[in-house]
T-cell receptor, first 115, second 113 residues
Framework: AQKITQTQPGMFVQEKEAVTLDCTYD???????LFWYKQPSSGEMIFLIY??????QNATEGRYSLNFQKARKSANLVISASQLGDSAMYFC????????????FGTGTSLTVIP | SQTIHQWPATLVQPVGSPLSLECTVEGTSNPNLYWYRQAAGRGLQLLFY??????ISSEVPQNLSASRPQDRQFILSSKKLLLSDSGFYLCAWSGDSTWDEQFFGPGTRLTVL
């Protein structure tokens, strides 16, 4: 089974609107971390936000927030007030406490912000 | 602060030629190190990771190999490149904890002709 599933290959959002990028995960380990990365066309992978499995509150970093629903095993990324510079690929990833060293990545979602 | 360097940025190599990509990390000690490959428009494929000097775990059996001769140096090699080795190669490092994120280098675009 896939450890990380991103079901939206491509998304469009109007500038200044909010957008949610979906991510579901599969693990039986009680300790895990969930991460989101942005990859613009230049190719660099930029770390955006992190959520730990024991965190009680949803993570937020500026315009990014993570909608963490543990029972549903989902960790959706919410980008508020979209900007043209947000157009990029977005990857969700997980790191399990048991194995610890591997990061499991989803297939990514391509986000296009429309002016 | 920590930084991660990768070189070269781009590389064009003929089929059958050797390969050596280098990655170094500054500002941290005993990092976990990773090599990924990304085909155009696709996700990340983990190739190798290392938790210490001389300790290499291979995720995909192929004609590539990795070495970690120093604590903060990770090298990806091949004796004979295949067409299918073309792609974007990313090096990354992380701390030991489950809660530590991964930081990526700028990547190397490899084209095998």
């Amino acid at each position: 089974a896939q450890k990380i599933t991103q079901t939206q290959p491509g998304m469009f959002v109007q500038e200044k609107e909010a957008v949610t990028l979906d991510c579901t995960y599969d693990t039986s380990d009680p300790s895990y971390g969930l991460f989101w990365y942005k990859q613009p066309s230049s190719g660099e992978m930029i770390f955006l936000i992190y959520q730990g499995s024991y965190d009680q509150q949803n993570a937020t970093e500026g315009r990014y927030s993570l909608n963490f629903q543990k029972a549903r095993k989902s960790a959706n990324l919410v980008i508020s007030a979209s900007q043209l510079g947000d157009s990029a690929m977005y990857f969700c990833a997980m790191r399990e406490g048991g194995t610890g060293n591997q990061f499991y990545f989803g297939t990514g979602t391509s986000l296009t912000v429309i002016p | 602060s920590q930084t991660i360097h990768q070189w070269p940025a781009t590389l064009v190599q003929p089929v059958g030629s050797p390969l050596s990509l280098e990655c170094t990390v500054e500002g941290t000690s005993n990092p976990n190190l990773y090599w990924y490959r990304q085909a155009a428009g696709r996700g990340l494929q983990l190739l190798f990771y290392s938790v210490g000097i001389g300790q290499i775990s291979s995720e995909v059996p192929q004609n590539l190999s990795a070495s970690r001769p120093q604590d903060r140096q990770f090298i990806l090699s091949s004796k004979k490149l295949l067409l299918s080795d073309s792609g974007f190669y990313l090096c990354a490092w992380s701390g030991d904890s489950t809660w530590d994120e991964q930081f990526f280098g700028p990547g190397t675009r490899l084209t095998v002709l």
